[in-house]
């Protein structure tokens, strides 16, 4: 049974960080693209960073020098780190894992609320 299970979200003030995680299981890890996606109240569900099984990195232009995606292979474990939070990044974060283009092969965590207060 596949699992991907979130932490790390909170309340924060404006210009804070946090460190959400993604602990994977049920999958190999290392050969799954990762990425972090984001859905605030009444808005589309967005990609925010991704990185690729071999490390490569991309980041939605709004939190670009501002969050961080790394992931720890041997611990089954993605991560974002945030930086310089603002009220417009409060939404719920998901952790994603996709191999290829097969729905069979893509799963999503259950979510960690990120709330950001000016």
């Known amino acids: 049974q596949v699992q991907l299970v979130e932490s790390g979200g909170g309340l924060v003030q404006a210009g804070g960080s946090l460190r959400l995680s993604c602990v994977a299981s049920?999958?190999?890890?290392?050969?799954?693209?990762m990425g972090w996606y984001r859905q605030a109240p009444g808005k589309q569900r967005d990609l925010v960073a991704r990185i690729t099984s071999d490390g490569s990195t991309n980041y939605l232009e709004s939190v670009k020098g501002r969050f961080t995606i790394s992931r720890d292979n041997a611990e089954k474990t993605l991560y974002l780190q945030m930086n310089s939070l603002q009220p417009e990044d409060t939404a719920v974060y998901f952790c994603r894992a996709q191999r290829g283009f097969s729905t069979s092969n893509d799963f999503w965590g259950q979510g960690t609320q990120v709330t950001v207060s000016s």
């Open positions: 049920g999958i190999f890890f290392r050969i799954f693209d």
